[in-house]
T-cell receptor, first 112, second 112 residues
Framework: AQKVTQAQTEISVVEKEDVTLDCVYE???????LFWYKQPPSGELVFLIR??????QNEISGRYSWNFQKSTSSFNFTITASQVVDSAVYFC?????????FGKGNQVVVIP | NAGVTQTPKFQVLKTGQSMTLQCAQD?????MSWYRQDPGMGLRLIHY???????DQGEVPNGYNVSRSTTEDFPLRLLSAAPSQTSVYFC???????????FGEGSRLTVL
């Protein structure tokens, strides 16, 4: 079965610092998708990005950027110049074989 | 524009009671799924369905039943609730399988 590892459980940063969340996955599939979701304190799940296994281009969306490296099975997420509104739990997830498997999440706390 | 609707949002049960968590979507998605979220565990797949009449087990199916008689609805049944089933439950649907999931707002279940 596929496995997604997010090693850091809780990360605290001071506002305006950058924060990088690591995601490592294990798979034998050649075709798969990777995701990041945000769960703010209100509890809903917010989709951030989807990346397929054939597209290793890095992506930037505002203060968010993602680094996909197939060679190291990693899909890391960086928040640049963090803000208090970025305080949330962030989940990395792997799609394959009709299933979406989530990592355990990173709790990000941005201190004003 | 309802999206994915879960009811109830909160429920308290006693051990041994039965209940059904309802999930309905109005996007004509073939794929629907149920997850549970426990502290420090991320989201874990309980059951999923790729279309009416078709269901399959996820990572943690024990103690839960599902059926899919229509495209719109995917109820999750607890036949005899246990304290270990205290959790937040999320329903999700997708038009391209699990590659693009829309999540409901969650249902918080407490079993005493």
């Amino acid at each position: 079965a596929q496995k997604v590892t997010q090693a850091q459980t809780e990360i605290s940063v001071v506002e305006k610092e950058d924060v990088t969340l690591d995601c490592v996955y294990e798979t034998r599939d050649t075709t798969y998708y990777l995701f990041w979701y945000k769960q703010p304190p209100s509890g809903e799940l917010v989709f951030l990005i989807r990346r397929n296994s054939f597209d290793e281009q890095n992506e930037i969306s505002g203060r968010y950027s993602w680094n996909f490296q197939k060679s190291t099975s990693s899909f890391n997420f960086t928040i640049t110049a963090s803000q208090v509104v970025d305080s949330a739990v962030y989940f990395c997830a792997y799609y394959g074989n009709n299933r979406l498997a989530f990592g355990k999440g990173n709790q990000v706390v941005v201190i004003p | 524009n309802a999206g994915v609707t879960q009811t109830p949002k909160f429920q308290v049960l006693k051990t041994g009671q039965s209940m059904t968590l309802q999930c309905a979507q109005d996007m004509n998605h073939e794929y629907m799924s149920w997850y549970r979220q426990d502290p420090g565990m991320g989201l874990r797949l309980i059951h999923y369905s790729v279309g009416a009449g078709i269901t399959d087990q996820g990572e943690v199916p024990n103690g839960y039943n599902v059926s899919r008689s229509t495209t719109e609805d995917f109820p999750l049944r607890l036949l005899s609730a246990a304290p270990s089933q205290t959790s937040v439950y999320f329903c999700a649907s997708g038009g391209s399988g699990a590659r693009e999931l829309f999540f409901g707002e969650g249902s918080r279940l407490t079993v005493l």
